[in-house]
């Protein structure tokens, strides 16, 4: 089976507040858009996935994978990220109906496209399903059948709302590169430990320079006299 897969990415200038222990206000959007660039290349490497389609506004961000081969899609409702997901997949059914689609978070930089394959292989066998992340309480990939309907639920314990949605939970190991988001510091060394995409850690390099290491905030921008 071959999917879609729709990656929602916010503006960059608002993306990964939560890595404001890590990276300086002016850093922030760059690594949203590296670990974007990695997803997004990553899947399109694998060999499960037909296309994919990311929803965004930002204008960088939609220059900037539509290079690497996504189709980009305006997010239309601006209501967040559920309603990104559901928009996105309705993009997709438009010119193929019958496509299987997969929703997956634009913040995976250590994917490996044999991982993903596998769990899109076992999401094949559900109507619905969905991956909890490394912390066992979000979601990092929600995979629906053909004809059915995403109703993404992603979020503050997206894990529990997925579940109690209906969607059967992928129970795999060895896709620690599928689980592993990056919302904090202490993410995004997860992410290092594992291997990150090429831009990952070119940002993380950086980063590193300026900081000292990941999770240690630099005191300061250059010229912004504090």
């Known amino acids: 089976m071959q999917w879609s897969v729709v990656i929602p ?12 222990d890590t990276a300086a206000d002016g850093l922030r959007p760059g690594l949203a858009l590296a670990f974007a660039e990695d997803t997004v290349a990553a899947a399109l490497a694998c060999a499960a ?18 290079a ?12 967040g990220l ?30 490996r496209p044999p991982e ?13 399903a969905f991956l909890a992340d490394a912390a066992a309480i979000g979601t990092t990939l929600l995979a629906v059948s053909p004809g059915r309907e995403l ?22 190991t060895a896709v620690d590169s599928v689980r592993q988001d990056v919302d904090t510091g202490e993410d995004l060394r997860a992410a290092l430990s594992l291997g990150v995409g090429p831009r990952t850690a070119a940002a993380a390099a950086r980063l590193l320079g300026l900081s000292g290491e ?13």
Do not use: C, W
């Open 214 to 226: 990941p999770g240690r905030r630099r005191a300061a921008a250059p010229g912004s006299g504090q």
């Open 68 to 79: 690497l081969g996504a189709r980009v899609v305006p997010d239309g409702p601006g209501a």
């Open 116 to 128: 993903l394959s596998r769990v899109l292989n076992a999401a094949a066998e559900f109507p619905r």
């Open 82 to 111: 559920n309603a990104a997901l559901a928009y996105g997949a309705a993009a997709v059914r438009r010119t193929r109906p019958d496509a299987a689609v997969a929703a997956l978070n634009a913040d995976l930089p250590a994917l």
């Open 151 to 172: 109703l993404p639920a992603f979020g503050p314990d997206s894990r529990s709302r997925h579940r109690a949605s209906g969607a059967a939970e992928l129970i795999l």
């Open 9 to 20: 990415l916010k503006p960059l200038a608002l993306a990964k507040s939560r890595l404001a």
């Open 49 to 66: 996935v037909g296309d994919v389609v990311v929803v965004t506004d930002d204008t960088l961000a939609g220059h900037t994978l539509a």
